[in-house]
């Protein structure tokens, strides 16, 4: 991870599938990336297996944080994700929406769902989230904070999100809670300074609901947020942003 002094441009892993049907999704990533003022590294053409096991190596050393894109559970981007998990890169994760499960090993990450028809507002709203991110990487987490210690917060935010929503989404317990997110701050995708952010705010209510994987759910929590911080109305003291 970055320090706060370093001056090197902060570099983004976008990791995603390279199959037919993901060209557009693929050119608005890059186009984001760059309107972010951030440098991005991925795969641009298909590579032998020790070629690629290789790139994806050297590419994750090089890295500030990741963008990954595990749709339809694609097995090379999964297979990804887990090696940068053990280097404890802060990492994205895209969630299109049209499926409609994804893996339990993601609860607790920061996500930005996307729709193919939309992504014009995808790649606004991607911008702001890898903006937050990126600042979140060259800052000191806070070595001292435990998961538990997010619990209430979480809580109160379930209680407006179905409040507001009309949905009644229910909720584990606080030692699951604290097994979701304690396993996610483990290899760096959830960081204690995400915590009062957007991003944060999404992502402790993903580590708290039964629900978290199913698609559905996961993008009403995003749209839910992004609606609160669009309108002003702020999240339990987070900062609204500019979407």
């Not at 911008?127 to 979480?154: C, I, K, N």
Request: glycine letters at 6%; aromatic letters at 6%.
């Amino acid at each position: 991870m970055m320090n706060a002094r370093q001056v090197d441009p902060i570099k983004v892993l976008a990791l995603m599938p390279m199959l037919a049907g993901y060209e557009a999704v693929r050119e608005t990533v890059a186009v984001t990336v760059e309107n972010a003022k951030l440098e991005l590294v991925w795969l641009e053409e298909l590579l032998e297996d020790w070629e690629w096991l290789d790139w994806l190596y050297a590419s994750i050393r090089q890295c500030d944080i990741v963008l990954a894109n595990p749709s339809r559970h694609n097995a090379f981007v999964m297979y990804e994700i887990g090696v940068a998990r053990a280097h404890a890169v802060p990492t994205l994760v895209m969630l299109d929406r049209e499926d409609s499960q994804l893996s339990g090993s993601l609860d607790g990450a920061p996500f930005r769902p996307y729709s193919s028809t939309e992504l014009d507002t995808f790649s606004r709203r991607l911008q702001t989230d890898l903006s937050t991110l990126a600042r979140v990487a060259v800052t000191e987490a806070d070595a001292t904070s435990d998961a538990d210690d997010h619990y209430p917060d979480a809580l109160r935010l379930l209680q407006s999100f179905n409040d507001q929503t009309g949905r009644s989404l229910q909720r584990v317990d606080g030692d699951a809670f604290e097994a979701r997110l304690s396993h996610s701050r483990s290899h760096g995708t959830f960081l204690p300074s995400l915590a009062g952010t957007p991003l944060g705010a999404a992502a402790l209510l993903a580590a708290l609901v039964r629900s978290s994987r199913m698609v559905d759910t996961m993008s009403a929590i995003r749209d839910w947020v992004d609606l609160r911080v669009h309108d002003g109305g702020g999240l339990n003291g987070f900062q609204p942003l500019c979407l």
